[in-house]
């Protein structure tokens, strides 16, 4: 193998493990927003959260909570303004999603 080919696959090797490649395709840490209009959409400090987990090998296997109506109960909420998506992935075989509501208590 020359020189100039080793080099090329350590830099895609150093991209995939940076979760560079592929939206991460080692680790990935993202939080998105759930809605995107926010216009006249208030700020509130009022949190509540709920989270479900992934296996994925094969068959993929679901747990955890993660009702937007089911946070805000839970967490004494009772006007939801907006909520965010928090997403933890690791090799893609194991995920862990976090559903941040923010509103009105």
């Not at 395709?25 to 993202?30: D, R």
Request: a neutral charge.
């Amino acid at each position: 193998m020359s020189a100039r080919t080793r080099t090329a696959h350590l830099c895609c090797l150093q991209l995939l493990a940076t979760g560079c490649a592929t939206n991460g395709a080692i680790f990935t840490h993202v939080t998105e927003p759930l809605d995107l209009n926010f216009e006249r959409t208030p700020m509130h400090r009022d949190e509540g959260s709920g989270d479900w987990h992934t296996v994925q090998y094969y068959v993929q296997v679901d747990w955890g909570r993660n009702g937007l109506g089911e946070i805000a109960r839970r967490h004494g909420l009772k006007c939801i303004h907006y909520a965010d998506l928090e997403t933890l992935s690791v090799l893609g075989i194991y995920a862990q999603r976090k559903v941040h509501v923010y509103g009105e208590g």
